[in-house]
């Protein structure tokens, strides 16, 4: 099993509605999640975190954490075409880790 | 403010050669880090510094050293390159361990023929 795993896709998406991007990942003690986005050859970019359970939003973006159920995921609404990049999963895997472990990315289209 | 600054941008390398792949940050972060990113794997940690002073191997480690020669620059050197480090190269920092993500550098396209 991955550390962390996400739906490769390619999920698309119309314009205007709400895409959904999902991430289990393994570890019980995992304290910090994350969210990216990267576009197609450039560097990934942060967009939410989160660290306790429930949901935490930020403009269109809304992060969801369940830490029992070990999952993770980004919501985006009103979905532009701006939006269609990789976005990739990143979690610190146990309580004071240095290290953040990426799943492989969610490749997003938004489709006009 | 330039944030996470990595050279080059591009780079070709035939095998058994070497080089050096420079990375500064501005913002005084404490952590850095570097990753190779390859399709299909995901970014995969090389090695990482959480302090001026010391480094620690990641995941993948061999070919690759590493330099924390202050507390902006940390550098990774290849010392005789294969094809299988054909690979793009992300240098990120963090302030410190637990605090918040990383920032990336732009990145390095690394060919190696």
């Known amino acids: 099993q991955k550390e962390v795993e996400q739906n490769s896709g390619p999920l698309s998406v119309p314009e205007g509605a709400i895409a959904s991007l999902n991430c289990t990942y393994s570890d019980r003690g995992s304290q910090s999640f994350f969210w990216y986005r990267q576009y197609s050859g450039k560097s990934p970019e942060l967009i939410m975190s989160?660290?306790?359970?429930g949901d935490k939003e930020d403009g269109r973006f809304t992060a969801q954490l369940n830490k029992a159920s070990q999952y993770v995921s980004l919501l985006i609404r009103d979905s532009q075409p701006s939006d269609s990049a990789t976005y990739l999963c990143?979690?610190?895997?146990?309580?004071?880790?240095?290290?953040?472990?990426f799943g492989t990315g969610t490749r997003l289209t938004i489709i006009p | 403010n330039a944030g996470v600054t990595q050279t080059p941008k591009f780079q070709v390398l035939k095998t058994g050669q070497s080089m050096t792949l420079q990375c500064a940050q501005d913002?005084?972060?404490?952590?850095m880090y570097w990753y190779r990113q390859d399709p299909g794997m995901g970014l995969r940690l090389i090695y990482y510094?959480?302090?001026?002073?010391?480094?620690d191997k990641g995941e993948v480690p061999n070919g690759y050293n590493v330099s924390r020669l202050n507390k902006r620059e940390f550098s990774l050197r290849l010392e005789s390159a294969a094809p299988s480090q054909t690979s793009v190269y992300f240098c990120a920092s963090r302030l410190s361990r637990g605090q918040g993500g990383y920032t990336f550098g732009s990145g390095t396209r690394l060919t190696v023929v």
């Open positions: 913002m005084n972060h404490n952590s």
């Open positions: 990143a979690v610190t895997l146990n309580f004071g880790n240095e290290k953040l472990t």
């Open positions: 510094s959480a302090s001026e002073g010391t480094t």
């Open positions: 989160i660290y306790s359970n």
